[in-house]
């Protein structure tokens, strides 16, 4: 028996662990003393490694190459060669018949870790030429990267994971962390036990609104009349911290003129709650000593999702809780390497370290490392991933590389998602299992999974953490990098990494704040939170500790927005708001937890729409009863689970089933500064079948 110290390949919580291998296959997981997980791990953590071992469960593992020689015939098996260099040239002709701006990549956020996604986006700058990167963040925390960025100038979170636990007021908006972080979750009831006050703002009863000291059991859709009400009450009441305002932020005046139209008694009806609820909350953040306003999908799947950012950030700094120890903003990331993914510019705007595309100096030193005249480097940003659909339909994308992620299973609009698709010159899938989206694929490749290759992941709290194979690789799965080394060098760009330590190492000369974190200094539980810029220097835990913020002038900027209802409120025909939410045993698109055989026992398809018992009477629902579920995109069939968590007029459910897939019912609308999708509202209706 041996074992292999790892990271969980799950949640942003980014939990140590051993991996337990017996004759060749992984048979256990044991939690190790990781600075976030403390010897700790949650359900899928404990469970969640078998699919490594191709369960065959769910779905096969990838194991060989396989290309489709032209549209409408079957997939078939070939060598590597052939696939690499199938795929080199389709991608060097459309290049050179559409341009590089017409070819559309997307990295993981999930097993492949840093280095991976640092190959892919070169790949696509220095050798397709085009910005046209992006990650699943897009359709989840990019509200929050941009969000930030535009208020205290940096998108990441300003707090550690292990700093919740010392708040003396955690505020969570629109997050569940027991479903979707559940190590976070167990902070949270530690940070209550030692005495810290805890507001949930949730339109569910969410595990942490039973331990709350105040619930606000809000409506659907009204995060930013909520924020604007606390930020009047903060104002009114003489709770702000002026001292704070005058010497740190700008924008002051600019912002207090739409917050004063926000009385909480002006949004009772908005928000479905009492003022004095608001103000009662508003209160208890702004007098603790230190607070915390952590948030997630509740926030940032809005059409508001930009604008509620900006609200949470300017209300930290108007209360003065960032800046301080445990005090700060928290957008938690979900998947495990979402983070990393932003870090190592997936993003159609920055490049690696968050720096900026349009920057003449930062295309130069990219340029210089690469080997390439500085006006190679594209300085037009890129599409965004929610971008594709109709990219494919102007016909300004021809080709698109898919990299471990499954957009029609958990992009919104499935039947829009197959079409786009579907329509594409050359499509590309990369990945380790056979999903929905690959099985479209005109050349499959297969990589080798969490568990059979090393790297670094970053927890959503900045902390790096390097991850290390346990067992060989299946079949003839190549490690990630590799394959886009392969293709870029038959494209002409070589590329010729050894290893992944030399790529990190070029992470680490080009990105300044990733300085510090050697190999090296990550070797068995140790970890490096960045900005770290020394080798000798030690991480960071909470940032602006200086009163410094990352913007040009060093202050926040204040910045206010008036509410807007949700883009299609509930009518006669479709009277319910439909929400897509987590559960605890399943991940993203569950091709891994689904191929995990504890995971797979909790529940089988289809999945539940979650519905409150009143409004289950009026349509006669009994609980556990195959229903319809439709909107004006489609309809589908799933279970009713009658549930009292649930606020009346609007139903949940998981996207993670095959059988009874929201995202059939949900809207391609999105946010207009960030591009993610309104996954929180859409319009529906249940009925018995
Ligand atoms: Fe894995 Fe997240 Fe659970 Fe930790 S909390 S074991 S990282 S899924």
């Given at each position: 028996?041996?074992?292999?110290?790892?990271?969980?390949?799950?949640?942003?919580?980014?939990?140590?662990?051993?991996?337990?291998?017996?004759?060749?296959?992984?048979?256990?997981?044991?939690?190790?003393?990781?600075?976030?997980?403390?010897?700790?791990?949650?359900?899928?953590?404990?469970?969640g490694?078998?699919?490594?071992?191709d369960?065959?469960?769910?779905?096969?593992?990838?194991?060989?190459?396989?290309?489709?020689r032209?549209?409408?015939?079957?997939?078939?098996?070939?060598?590597?060669?052939?696939?690499?260099?199938?795929?080199?040239q389709?991608l060097?002709?459309?290049?050179?018949?559409?341009?590089?701006?017409?070819?559309?990549?997307?990295?993981?956020?999930?097993?492949?870790?840093?280095?991976?996604?640092?190959v892919?986006?070169?790949?696509?700058?220095?050798?397709?030429?085009?910005?046209?990167?992006?990650?699943?963040?897009?359709?989840?925390?990019?509200?929050?990267?941009?969000?930030?960025?535009?208020?205290?100038?940096?998108?990441?979170?300003?707090?550690?994971?292990?700093?919740?636990?010392?708040?003396?007021?955690?505020?969570?908006f629109?997050?569940?962390?027991?479903?979707?972080?559940?190590i976070v979750?167990?902070?949270?009831?530690?940070?209550?036990?030692?005495?810290?006050?805890?507001?949930?703002?949730?339109?569910r009863?969410?595990?942490?609104?039973?331990?709350?000291?105040?619930h606000?059991q809000?409506?659907?859709?009204?995060?930013?009349?909520?924020?604007?009400?606390?930020?009047?009450?903060?104002?009114?009441?003489?709770?702000?911290?002026r001292?704070?305002?005058?010497?740190?932020?700008?924008?002051?005046?600019?912002?207090?003129?739409?917050?004063?139209?926000y009385?909480?008694?002006?949004?009772?009806?908005?928000?479905?709650?009492?003022?004095?609820?608001?103000?009662?909350?508003?209160?208890?953040?702004?007098?603790?000593?230190s607070?915390?306003?952590?948030?997630?999908?509740?926030?940032?799947?809005?059409?508001?999702?930009?604008?509620t950012?900006?609200?949470?950030?300017?209300?930290?700094?108007i209360?003065?809780?960032?800046?301080?120890?445990?005090?700060?903003?928290?957008?938690?990331?979900?998947?495990n390497?979402?983070?990393?993914?932003?870090?190592?510019?997936?993003?159609?705007?920055?490049?690696?370290?968050?720096?900026?595309?349009?920057?003449a100096k930062?295309?130069?030193?990219?340029?210089?490392?690469?080997?390439?005249?500085?006006?190679?480097?594209?300085?037009?940003?890129?599409?965004?991933?929610?971008?594709?659909?109709?990219?494919?339909r102007?016909?300004?994308?021809?080709?698109?590389?898919?990299?471990?992620?499954?957009?029609?299973?958990?992009e919104?609009?499935?039947a829009?998602?197959?079409?786009?698709?579907?329509?594409?010159?050359?499509?590309?899938?990369?990945?380790?299992?056979?999903?929905?989206?690959?099985?479209?694929?005109?050349v499959?490749?297969?990589?080798?999974?969490w568990?059979?290759?090393?790297?670094?992941?970053?927890?959503?709290?900045?902390?790096?953490q390097?991850f290390?194979?346990?067992?060989?690789?299946?079949?003839?799965?190549?490690?990630?990098?590799?394959?886009?080394?392969?293709?870029?060098?038959?494209?002409?760009?070589?590329?010729?990494?050894?290893?992944?330590?030399?790529?990190?190492d070029?992470?680490?000369e080009?990105?300044?704040?990733?300085?510090?974190?050697?190999?090296?200094?990550?070797?068995?539980?140790?970890?490096?939170?960045?900005?770290?810029?020394?080798?000798?220097?030690?991480g960071?835990?909470?940032?602006?500790?200086?009163g410094?913020?990352?913007?040009?002038?060093?202050?926040?900027?204040?910045?206010?927005?008036?509410?807007?209802?949700?883009?299609?409120?509930?009518?006669?025909?479709y009277?319910?708001?439909?929400?897509?939410?987590?559960?605890?045993?399943?991940?993203?698109?569950?091709?891994?937890?689904?191929?995990?055989?504890?995971?797979?026992?909790?529940a089988?398809?289809?999945?539940y729409?979650?519905?409150?018992?009143?409004?289950?009477?009026?349509?006669?629902?009994?609980?556990?009863?195959?229903?319809?579920?439709?909107?004006?995109?489609?309809?589908?069939?799933?279970?009713?689970?009658?549930?009292?968590?649930?606020?009346?007029?609007?139903?949940?459910?998981?996207?993670?089933?095959?059988?009874?897939?929201?995202?059939?019912?949900?809207?391609?609308?999105?946010?207009?500064?960030?591009?993610?999708?309104?996954?929180?509202?859409?319009?529906?209706?249940?009925?018995?079948?």
């Open positions: 028996m041996e074992k292999h110290m790892t990271v969980c390949p799950y949640c942003g919580a980014g939990c140590k662990m051993n991996l337990v291998v017996e004759n060749g296959l992984i048979v256990d997981a044991e939690p190790l003393h990781g600075v976030t997980n403390e010897g700790n791990l949650c359900l899928k953590g404990l469970s490694y078998d699919f490594v071992n369960t065959k469960i769910l779905t096969p593992r990838l194991l060989h190459p396989m290309i489709r032209r549209k409408g015939a079957e997939l078939e098996r070939v060598t590597w060669d052939e696939a690499l260099d199938f795929t080199a389709r060097s002709e459309i290049k050179e018949k559409y341009g590089p701006d017409s070819i559309m990549l997307t990295g993981s956020s999930r097993g492949p870790g840093n280095e991976a996604n640092f892919m986006q070169k790949f696509t700058r220095a050798c397709i030429g085009t910005n046209n990167i992006d990650n699943c963040a897009r359709t989840c925390h990019a509200p929050s990267v941009i969000g930030l960025m535009d208020t205290i100038g940096s998108g990441a979170m300003s707090v550690s994971i292990p700093g919740f636990e010392e708040a003396s007021c955690i505020m969570l629109g997050y569940n962390p027991a479903a979707s972080h559940p979750a167990r902070r949270i009831v530690k940070a209550k036990e030692k005495g810290a006050r805890v507001i949930v703002c949730d339109p009863v969410i595990e942490t609104a039973r331990i709350a000291d105040i606000i809000m409506k659907n859709g009204s995060n930013l009349a909520l924020l604007n009400a606390m930020a009047f009450t903060i104002i009114e009441e003489g709770l702000s911290d001292a704070f305002i005058d010497a740190h932020t700008s924008g002051y005046e600019a912002w207090l003129e739409v917050i004063q139209q009385p909480p008694e002006a949004v009772e009806d908005v928000v479905g709650v009492k003022a004095e609820i608001i103000r009662e909350a508003a209160r208890m953040y702004a007098t603790a000593e607070s915390i306003i952590g948030w997630g999908m509740g926030v940032t799947q809005q059409r508001q999702g930009v604008h950012v900006h609200a949470i950030a300017s209300l930290a700094c209360a003065g809780k960032i800046g301080k120890p445990h005090c700060g903003v928290a957008p938690v990331r979900g998947q390497n979402v983070q990393g993914s932003c870090d190592m510019g997936m993003l159609p705007n920055l490049y690696p370290g968050y720096q900026k595309v349009e920057d930062v295309r130069a030193k990219f340029a210089k490392a690469w080997g390439l005249p500085a006006e190679k480097l594209s300085n037009k940003e890129g599409f965004k991933l929610t971008d594709l659909p109709h990219g494919v102007d016909g300004s994308i021809k080709a698109f590389y898919n990299f471990g992620e499954d957009p029609l299973q958990t919104p609009d499935s829009d998602m197959e079409k786009t698709l579907k329509n594409l010159e050359f499509f590309i899938s990369q990945d380790i299992f056979m999903t929905q989206t690959t099985a479209l694929a005109d499959v490749l297969p990589a080798t999974s568990g059979e290759h090393e790297g670094v992941f970053t927890a959503s709290d900045r902390s790096f390097r290390t194979a346990a067992v060989p690789p299946k079949g003839e799965c190549k490690h990630d990098w590799e394959i886009f080394q392969e293709i870029s060098t038959r494209m002409g760009y070589p590329m010729r990494y050894r290893n992944t330590k030399e790529i990190w070029e992470v680490r080009l990105c300044p704040q990733f300085y510090g974190a050697t190999y090296e200094r990550m070797e068995g539980l140790g970890y490096a939170q960045w900005p770290i810029p020394d080798i000798e220097g030690e960071t835990p909470d940032l602006y500790l200086d410094s913020f990352n913007t040009f002038d060093g202050r926040a900027l204040l910045l206010s927005h008036h509410w807007s209802a949700p883009t299609e409120e509930p009518d006669e025909g009277p319910l708001v439909l929400c897509t939410v987590r559960e605890v045993g399943h991940y993203s698109c569950r091709s891994m937890t689904g191929n995990c055989k504890a995971l797979a026992q909790l089988d398809e289809p999945g729409v979650h519905i409150n018992p009143i409004d289950a009477r009026k349509r006669d629902i009994r609980d556990e009863e195959l229903v319809w579920v439709y909107s004006r995109r489609g309809k589908v069939i799933t279970r009713a689970a009658l549930d009292e968590r649930v606020n009346p007029g609007a139903v949940y459910m998981t996207y993670q089933w095959w059988v009874g897939k929201c995202n059939d019912l949900t809207m391609h609308v999105t946010d207009p500064l960030s591009g993610t999708p309104e996954d929180k509202y859409s319009s529906c209706d249940v009925a018995s079948i």
